[in-house]
């Protein structure tokens, strides 16, 4: 081989890692300011938690629960999530409860709320209510408690109201009503809702989760004991998607959204540059740009220093 | 003494958290909510008492002037200030508690987070190599699931996220669920030690 060619891989086995860090910046920040068209490909543990959270639209008697179990650090794949759960239950009339065990994910509801809420005429009390910040050693308790009888074991809502008094507890006793809880973490935590709320008193278990975290999930998704998982910034940018091309969805037909259907989900795509969907509204989708580029990169990086690894041994050799 | 009694109260109390989960009596239940009520008197003293140690840990920081002490600073004046914010204006949109939020708490977070991104990209570039079958395996792997996950990978082949998730669902998961199999007999084997009294390391000792 060309020394001159060895010579040049020699030296960027030994390249200073500034420069990768340039690559990797500029990959992220070039799509994310400027945003692209690209397809998003809806997988069924998204398509599930859809299917199910649109279950209960306009049924005053089902509701569903967000707990978020994370802080601000892991908002750029999470928030998009809660923001698009959120979009869809006040879109389709759906009654939406959400709840917080750490002291940092309490402005993180408030603002998850107040961004989806701006868009909608939904009342705090009446359409959804916020739980509020509790305090993670009470997270077990809670757990349990809500299983026979959810006003008892919350108490309080996070404007310190009587949970028994509030208009939306009507019909809304325990995980039978409340039957869908959606865990968004950073972590397993999903795990506690499927040992204590499932396996005791039947109720169903989402979780959205990083994208890191996937893996971890993946055995109770297989069995059924998570009836959908949404995998990093990715299921966030699927369930935008959901939601834009159903529950959003405005005709003569369909005045409130239109029902679920593979073909159209298949057929349909959502252009993501101009403004006919909010920003706030397609922020993973964005996201996703940047994570396609910035994984291409990491696989031309791990390619090249593999490249760089064969040639220096077979000169050593 | 000073080992028996918290013995004997871990003792009762875990078989009596044993019988709850198995019996529906309302004798189970009452005894339930009566530890609900007492859990959530307790949980408060928690945060008291991690106000107090953040306090005197970096109290004594401060005071004694150790090296980075002015970080011990701007620790307690955040802590300080961000809870008078809260408790004088509220936690609600547009206070400054959530002004705080929005524009130092969840940057700065995010930003820390992000830095993976850049350590990950670094760290494959140099390390991650095909040195031997295993590692051969794993690069493959690692770079199958990197494309399903994007859409440029189903943009490439549907073949591309369809092995991405037998990936995950085959090889991952058989290897998961060993691992789970393995710390769930440890826990309930630890569990049981626990209760019957043979564990007692906790207390403080190695007998």
Not at chain 1, 145 to 165: F, H, L, P, Y
Not at chain 1, 255 to 263: A, D, H, L, M, T
């Amino acid at each position: 081989m060309n020394k001159n060619v060895i010579k040049l891989f020699d030296k960027m086995q030994n390249i200073d890692r500034r420069y990768i860090y340039i690559v990797v910046a500029l990959s992220i920040i070039i799509p994310l300011l400027i945003p692209f068209n690209s397809r998003t490909y809806v997988t069924k543990p998204t398509e599930d938690i859809y299917k199910k959270i649109d279950s209960f639209a306009g049924d005053e008697t089902k509701a569903i629960l967000m707990s978020f179990t994370h802080d601000a650090s892991t908002m750029p794949e999470l928030f998009p999530m809660e923001v698009s759960v959120l979009r869809h239950c006040f879109e389709r009339n759906i009654k939406v409860f959400t709840i917080c065990w750490l002291p940092a994910a309490a402005p993180l509801v408030d603002y998850a709320l107040n961004t989806a809420k701006e868009d909608f005429d939904v009342q705090s009390g009446v359409d959804y209510c916020n739980f509020g910040y509790k305090p993670y050693v009470l997270r077990l308790p809670i757990m349990l408690g809500m299983g026979d009888d959810i006003a008892k074991a919350v108490e309080t809502d996070s404007q310190g109201r009587k949970i028994e008094n509030l208009e939306i507890m009507k019909n809304i006793k325990n995980y039978d009503d409340m039957n869908l809880v959606i865990d968004f973490a950073a972590s397993s935590s999903a795990l506690q809702w499927i040992t204590y709320a499932r396996a005791r008193f039947g109720a169903n278990i989402a979780a959205g989760v990083t994208a890191v975290m996937v893996a971890d999930n993946y055995p109770y998704l297989q069995t059924g004991q998570l009836m959908g998982m949404f995998r990093g910034l990715k299921g966030a940018a699927e369930y935008e998607k959901l939601v834009d091309v159903f529950a959003a969805y405005e005709s003569k037909d369909y005045p409130n959204g239109r029902p679920f259907s593979k073909e159209i989900i298949k057929e349909t795509r959502v252009p993501i540059t101009g403004d006919t969907v909010p920003y706030k509204y397609k922020k993973a989708r964005i996201g996703m740009n940047a994570q396609s580029i910035a994984h291409i990169m990491i696989i031309f990086f791990i390619l090249l220093g593999n490249i760089g690894y064969f040639i220096t041994r077979k000169k050593e050799l | 003494m000073k080992r028996q009694i918290p013995l004997i109260i871990i003792i009762t109390l875990g078989f009596m958290f044993v019988a709850h989960s198995f019996i529906p009596h309302k004798i189970s239940t009452d005894f339930f909510d009566w530890y609900q009520d007492w859990v959530k008197a307790v949980s408060p003293f928690a945060v008291s008492l991690g106000i107090m140690s953040l306090f005197m840990v970096h109290g004594t920081k401060i005071k004694r002037k150790i090296s980075n002490w002015q970080y011990s600073v701007i620790t307690l004046a955040g802590l300080v200030f961000t809870a008078f914010a809260g408790f004088m204006w509220g936690t609600q949109s547009g206070t400054p508690y959530m002004w705080l939020f929005e524009n130092v708490q969840m940057p700065m977070s995010a930003t820390m987070f992000a830095l993976l991104a850049f350590y990950i990209a670094s760290a494959a570039y140099k390390a991650f190599r095909a040195r031997s079958a295993e590692a051969t395996v794993l690069l493959i792997a690692a770079i199958i699931v990197m494309l399903g996950q994007v859409p440029l990978g189903a943009m490439i082949s549907k073949w591309i996220p369809e092995s991405s998730t037998w990936i995950l669902n085959v090889p991952n998961l058989a290897a998961k669920r060993a691992i789970m199999i393995g710390v769930g007999l440890g826990m309930t084997a630890t569990s049981l030690k626990i209760l019957l009294g043979i564990e007692r390391t906790y207390l403080g000792g190695g007998d």
